[in-house]
């Protein structure tokens, strides 16, 4: 019985991961459902792709385990996404808000459109979720939202105007959470990546490595090295075992923090 709650932390614990169909919050989803959480994977990907992930997933660590979809730039959908996955999982304990774009462009370049989508998704789609996940956690008195920020939540760099705006909105809405909810038993943290290797970094490695005229894998390491004093990426399951952590009952009181995990970046 020990061994299995000390295996099993999060045995019984229900979770939502947005963007979970791949990279980082497939990792995360990974994470929670190896420690015994009901999870829902809930992505951009085709019905059936998605639904045979989350039974590879349900399979794989014997628990319950769906797919959702729901468009994060879109508020009622994100509502509904919530409602759907309560019902599909008889409540919810832990959401994480992992779903994110980029885009790159100087700010005197900058389409307006990319400009709100991006904070659509990055930003406003976290406070829907948060709005719309609360009052069923305060009910029962317990819960733990991480939000997937970014380094770029704490500093800046050039050509990320709407990202870094909607990262550092981010962290701040974080600490608000945290704060009003601080005697409810929920926990609200942000997580501050540096470079993790996944898609959404694919684009970035490309354009270096046509710019400098490199090999991907040389465009890669001069990306991190650019930023990092560790030249290596972190892994998306790294990722996972902190919002696992964060879950955890030992994370009961870390709370309204911005956790870097980004090999030096924000040390110097
Ligand atoms: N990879 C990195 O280096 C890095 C660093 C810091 C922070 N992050 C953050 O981590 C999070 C995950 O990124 P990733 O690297 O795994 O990239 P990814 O592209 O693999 O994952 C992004 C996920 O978000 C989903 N998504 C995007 N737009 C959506 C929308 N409108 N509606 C619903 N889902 C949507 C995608 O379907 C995908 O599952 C993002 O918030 C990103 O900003 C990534």
């Not at 039974?55 to 409602?83: K, R, W, Y």
């Amino acid at each position: 019985m020990q061994e299995v709650s000390h295996t099993r932390p999060l045995a019984g614990r229900r979770a939502l991961v947005t963007g979970s169909s791949s990279g980082i919050g497939l990792a995360i989803a990974e994470a929670l459902a190896k420690a015994g959480a009901a999870v829902v994977v809930h992505g951009l990907v085709p019905q059936a792709e998605g639904q045979a992930l989350a039974a590879q997933i349900a399979d794989a660590h014997l628990v319950p385990c769906v797919f959702l979809e729901g468009d994060m730039s879109n508020a009622d959908a994100i509502t509904g996404l919530i409602e759907q996955a309560q019902a599909a999982l008889g409540g919810l304990d832990i959401l994480v808000n992992n779903a994110g774009v980029q885009f790159t462009a100087r700010t005197e370049n900058f389409p307006i459109e990319r400009w709100q989508s991006v904070l659509n998704i990055n930003l406003t789609g976290c406070f829907v979720a948060i709005k719309a996940a609360l009052p069923a956690m305060q009910q029962q008195g317990f819960g733990r939202i991480v939000n997937i920020a970014s380094v770029h939540g704490l500093v800046a760099s050039v050509e990320k105007a709407a990202y870094v705006a909607a990262k550092h909105g981010l962290v701040g809405l974080t600490k608000v959470v945290a704060l009003e909810n601080a005697e409810q038993g929920i926990t609200c943290n942000a997580i501050c990546p540096g470079w993790v290797d996944t898609a959404i970094v694919a684009k970035q490695v490309t354009a270096r490595a046509e710019r400098d005229q490199l090999t991907e894998a040389d465009a890669r390491r001069a990306l991190v090295q650019d930023k990092q004093p560790m030249s290596r990426m972190t892994a998306p399951a790294a990722i996972g075992d902190l919002v696992r952590f964060l879950c955890s009952d030992s994370g009961q009181t870390l709370t309204g923090a911005a956790l870097p995990v980004d090999g030096g970046w924000t040390a110097q």
